[in-house]
C-alpha cells in the first residue's frame, strides 16, 4: 500500500469515484491530496503514542553548543515528531522531568534538547512515511482524517463534512484502542485538534 492508495481511499469515503495515480497530477484532487496528506499524517502520528511509531534512542551532544539554563545541549533527532519523554541513557527508569526543546542558535529551523543529565536517551514519535509500516487500523484513520480534511473543498454537502467528521473521529478512537491493547495500557483519549495547537 502507498500513500496514494490512502489518498484514493479518501476519496472513496467522499464518494469520489476518480481515482488519482499520482499526487503530481494537475487535477483538483491530486492537487488537494498533495497538500493535505503529509500535514494530516503527521498530525495523526503526533496526537498519540502509536507502538509502530514510538522509538528510543541515545542523544548526541550538539558540539560547541551551550545553553544558559541547561548543562547539556542535545541534536534533535531527524525523524522525531515529538519527544515524549527524556531519560538516563545508563538507567531507563530515571525519567528527566526538567528538559525542553529549543532552537539553535542563529538556526530557527534546527532544533536541540537540553537538559542536566548526561548521557541522555529520548523516547519520541518517529515521522513513519511507509504507508506499509502503519497497522490498519491507522490506515483506515489516516484515510478518513484526510476525507475530513478534503470534504469541504471537494464537497458542497455540510451533512457529508459531519458524517465523515464522525467516522474520522471513531476510526482514531479504534487505532488508539488497537495500540494501547497491544501495550496493555490504558487508553488515554486525545483531541488531536486541542493537541494539535499546543
Not at 121 to 143: C, E, G, H, N, T
Amino acid at each position: 500500500m502507498t500513500s496514494i492508495n490512502i489518498c484514493n481511499l479518501a476519496l472513496s469515503y467522499l464518494g469520489n469515484t476518480r481515482a488519482i495515480q499520482s499526487k503530481t497530477e494537475q487535477s483538483t484532487e491530486s492537487i488537494l491530496c498533495n497538500r493535505f496528506y503529509d500535514i494530516t499524517r503527521e498530525s495523526l502520528l503526533e496526537v498519540y503514542p502509536w507502538n509502530f511509531a514510538v522509538k528510543e534512542i541515545d542523544l548526541i551532544l550538539a558540539q560547541n553548543e551551550t545553553n544558559n539554563g541547561f548543562a547539556y545541549v542535545y541534536e534533535y533527532p531527524d525523524d522525531c515528531l515529538r519527544v515524549l519523554k527524556i531519560m538516563s541513557a545508563n538507567d531507563s527508569n530515571v525519567i528527566v522531568n526538567d528538559y525542553n526543546v529549543v532552537y539553535a542558535h542563529d538556526a530557527v529551523d534546527v532544533k536541540r534538547i537540553v537538559c542536566d543529565v548526561a548521557d541522555a536517551k529520548a523516547s519520541y514519535i518517529v515521522d513513519i512515511q511507509d504507508v506499509d509500516a502503519m497497522p490498519k487500523s491507522f490506515r483506515k484513520a489516516l484515510a478518513l482524517a484526510l476525507a475530513e480534511e478534503l470534504a469541504v473543498p471537494l464537497s458542497s454537502s455540510a451533512q457529508l463534512a459531519q458524517v465523515i467528521q464522525q467516522k474520522a473521529s471513531i476510526a482514531l478512537d479504534t487505532a488508539k484502542r488497537m495500540s494501547a491493547l497491544e501495550r496493555n495500557q490504558p487508553l488515554v483519549k486525545t483531541n488531536r485538534y486541542l493537541d494539535a495547537r499546543r
